[in-house]
């Protein structure tokens, strides 16, 4: 995963810096959120800022996302410096989302992250967006080595760690979850309540449908399908047969049991004793009390990322920044272009035993 150049290993440091005044810097930048979290490397999160781009209609678009990246980096950047109480001197690593995200809005997080580092001369390392969001979950509830199933806007797999890795047992073969629930929203006229994710205003209406609508199901061995899912929905929702109430809910069940059969699976296979979900629709109720139904029944400890860090975030940037860094693992500035399709299980992480 990590150039092994260059490396400054803890051994070289300090006894005092190895302790507790050594903090990691992370940035976040793969698709709508900028973030800033400030890590200690002994796993206190001591700041975590973001500012998110909304688009005023749509989707998001990658280069309007950068932009808003690029105008509010400086703003994020010095809230989490204060909120935490370092100044930039303090800090011993940058770490920044390497990929896998949007070009554009990746390319200036990691602008950002390569002028910091250059500018305190400290060493960068380049974080996998995917590995970060099971790592924060797992220092957020204290699991070890769980099932993780991992669903935002961008992603959605099942992965479990075996043999230096995070293995993908089962994943999307289309879109991500996130992306199924905020493309329907969106088809629905939902809005953006309060700053409040658009997956939340489904939630929201789905607690409210009493008929469960026949859709799709689309389970492919240990991976899934949701775009058939989402047109089918979509066309029962122009043809205005169906309360918008039952289709949110439908829509929920549908897709919710089919990552649930994939989780369920995976955790039967590799008698795990843990289930972690992590990632932006780790918020969702139903699908945390889905999870922690097959979990129980196969004597599994069920946890859930806090919502603070379920959807992307510095925090989770710096904390695996922290990890890697720990193992004597930094990336050079000329190596740190970014990795738009950077898959979990290409990445080797060998802060796990
Ligand atoms: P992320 O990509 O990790 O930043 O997460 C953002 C995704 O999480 C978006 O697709 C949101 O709609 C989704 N999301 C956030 N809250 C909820 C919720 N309560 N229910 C379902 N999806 C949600
Ligand atoms: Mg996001």
Request: net charge neutral; glycine share 8%.
């Amino acid at each position: 995963m990590y150039p092994l150049k260059n490396v400054e290993s803890m051994k070289n440091m300090p006894k005092k810096q190895r302790k507790d005044k050594t903090y990691c810097l992370g940035i976040e930048s793969t698709a709508d959120d900028f973030g800033v979290g400030i890590a200690s490397f002994t796993g206190e999160i001591l700041a975590n800022k973001s500012d998110s781009y909304i688009p005023a209609e749509g989707g998001i678009h990658p280069r309007e996302a950068a932009r808003h990246h690029a105008e509010v980096a400086d703003k994020v950047l010095n809230d989490a410096l204060s909120a935490a109480g370092v100044k930039p001197r303090d800090l011993s690593v940058i770490a920044f989302s390497q990929g896998p995200g949007l070009g554009p809005c990746l390319r200036t997080g990691a602008t950002v992250a390569r002028a910091l580092a250059s500018y305190l001369n400290i060493p960068l390392v380049g974080v996998n967006h995917s590995v970060a969001h099971i790592e924060i979950g797992k220092l957020k509830t204290g699991v070890v080595d769980p099932v993780t199933l991992y669903a935002s806007g961008g992603n959605t797999m099942v992965t479990a760690f075996e043999s230096g890795r995070y293995r993908v047992f089962g994943e999307t073969l289309d879109i991500a979850l996130g992306n199924c629930l905020d493309v329907f929203a969106r088809e629905a006229g939902l809005k953006h309540k309060k700053g409040l994710p658009l997956g939340a205003a489904v939630e929201r209406l789905a607690t409210e449908g009493k008929n469960l609508v026949s859709l799709p199901y689309v389970v492919k061995g240990m991976d899934l399908s949701l775009s058939g899912l989402l047109t089918a929905t979509t066309a029962l929702l122009h043809r205005g047969s169906c309360r918008l109430e039952d289709l949110c809910y439908s829509l929920q069940e549908n897709a919710f049991s089919m990552v649930t059969e994939v989780t369920e699976r995976a955790l039967a296979h590799t008698e795990k004793e843990e289930v972690l979900l992590t990632g932006g629709v780790a918020a969702n109720k139903r699908l945390q009390s889905m999870l922690s139904v097959i979990a129980q029944e196969h004597d599994a400890r069920f946890n859930v990322v806090p919502l603070e860090f379920a959807t992307d975030n510095g925090a989770m940037i710096a904390w695996t920044g922290v990890l890697a860094y720990r193992h004597g693992l930094v990336t050079p500035l000329e190596e740190s272009f970014v990795k738009l399709r950077w898959r979990v299980d290409k990445v080797d992480v060998p802060w796990i035993q």
